[in-house]
């Protein structure tokens, strides 16, 4: 079935320092691939998604790129804040127009002045 | 304009007992989503309303669960004698058409039965 892999957090980052949070999927056909984001005490939130190969999605300073020959779509930031602290969901969904979407185990950042 | 909502924030029940869960989607919104998320891990897929009708309830983990959204707007989790393992948030998530494939959330609805 469809799965999708994320690096394990947490991830711990000084200000401005440069983010990456992978994440690698398996999937039949070409899913659309999400970023969600859940800030504490918040629900998930869209940060950002792809809809098909190459195709870059980018919100708030974030940036993830679809790549099908890798079958990845990794997040990345080049300058965090503390306000991005949060844990992040890396998702996909099929195309078949029946799309609940499969996620990731999501990835706890932490951002410290 | 007004987001997913769910109620309650937060159910707490002992083991046995029934218990319902309430989504709002967002006016408009055809698809609706029900997902469990369990500490420490991502959202899973419980069921899947299509206008009134679940089009996919393949997550649902045993028969013990039910959702129904008579009207096509609202829906209702409904879990029966519940096990500690049950203990999860409820997320609620809708979209303006199943393709359309943005899905809103709500906050969710923590359930703990001791």
């Known amino acids: 079935g469809d799965s999708v892999t994320q690096m394990e957090g947490p991830v711990t980052l000084s200000e401005e320092a440069f983010l990456t949070i992978n994440c690698t999927y398996t999937?039949?056909?070409?899913?659309?691939l999400f970023w969600y984001v859940q800030y504490p005490g918040e629900g998930l939130q869209l940060l950002l998604k792809a809809t098909k190969a190459d195709d870059k999605g980018s919100n708030k300073g974030f940036e993830a790129t679809y790549r099908k020959e890798t079958t990845s779509f990794h997040l990345e930031k080049g300058s965090v804040q503390v306000s991005d602290s949060a844990v992040y969901f890396c998702?996909?969904?099929?195309?078949?127009?029946?799309?609940?979407?499969?996620f990731g185990k999501g990835t706890r950042l932490s951002v410290i002045a | 304009g007004a987001g997913v909502s769910q109620t309650p924030s937060n159910k707490v029940t002992e083991k046995g007992k029934y218990v319902e869960l309430r989504c709002d989607p967002i006016?408009?919104?055809?698809?609706l989503y029900w997902y469990r998320q369990s500490l420490g891990q991502g959202p899973e897929f419980l069921i899947y309303?299509?206008?009134?009708?679940?089009?996919?309830d393949s997550g649902l983990p045993n028969d013990r669960f039910f959702a129904v959204r008579p009207e096509g707007s609202v829906s209702t989790l409904k879990i029966q004698r519940t096990e500690r393992g049950d203990s999860a948030v409820y997320l609620c998530?809708?979209?303006?058409?199943?393709?359309?494939?943005?899905?809103?959330f709500g906050p969710g609805t923590r359930l703990t039965v001791l």
């Open positions: 006016s408009g919104h055809t698809a």
């Open positions: 309303f299509q206008g009134t009708g679940a089009a996919d």
């Open positions: 998530a809708s979209s303006l058409t199943p393709q359309y494939n943005e899905q809103f």
């Open positions: 999937a039949t056909g070409y899913p659309s």
């Open positions: 998702a996909l969904s099929t195309n078949s127009g029946n799309t609940p979407l499969v």
